[in-house]
């Protein structure tokens, strides 16, 4: 049975175009994939970062022309659905990159963390494969996290902040 593990990602706080690479591993042969991924518990007011973009691109389905359907939806944009499919009846084995989600934090910052599903979502059905032939196959998947971590300029800030006072104190202690 093909196995989705999603980890933890540590992500820029309040930057755009962010990616998270899911792989999957097995060897069942599949011919599609229908994801179904939430940021946060997707419930409102509690504002989440948001799919950008969906990518199936640079993985397994690059081994014979497909169609991609979907992405992030409309004004829940916490929310994607998305699915891809070979156009022939091809298959490959479900191990390797699987696709690439694009996130946003915008407005989120250092110290907040959101769980990353692809089951036990809102959207009420857990992303499956599609084999030959039609039938679904459901992936065990483990859901991760994401965590917002500091922009490299504020960590380079606090460093030489750090810095500073240090040169001070042994300033400070050298008049004394």
């Known amino acids: 049975v093909p196995t989705i593990d999603l980890g933890s990602h540590d992500l820029l706080e309040n930057t755009a175009d962010q990616t998270v690479r899911v792989y999957v591993t097995g060897a069942d042969l599949v011919t599609a994939f229908n994801l179904r991924a939430q940021i946060g518990d997707g419930m409102d007011p509690n504002?989440?970062?948001?799919?950008?973009?969906?990518?199936?691109?640079?993985?397994?389905?690059?081994a014979y022309a497909k169609t991609v359907t979907g992405g992030p939806i409309?004004?829940?944009?916490?929310?994607?659905?998305?699915?891809?499919?070979?156009?022939?009846?091809?298959?490959?084995?479900?191990?390797g990159l699987l696709l690439t989600l694009i996130v946003d934090t915008t407005g989120f910052f250092s110290g907040d963390s959101f769980a990353l599903l692809l089951k036990d979502t809102q959207i009420g059905a857990d992303s499956d494969f599609v084999v030959i032939g039609g039938g679904t196959l459901s992936p065990v998947i483990t859901n991760g996290i994401i965590n917002i971590i500091p922009e490299p300029t504020s960590m380079l800030l606090l460093g030489l902040g750090g810095g500073g006072l240090v040169a001070l104190r042994r300033r400070n202690a050298i008049r004394k």
Request: glycine share 8%.
């Open 74 to 95: 409309g004004d829940v944009e916490q929310f994607a659905q998305a699915s891809v499919a070979f156009n022939t009846s091809m298959s490959v084995p479900a191990d």
């Open 47 to 62: 504002p989440e970062p948001v799919f950008q973009a969906i990518s199936f691109a640079g993985g397994i389905w690059d």
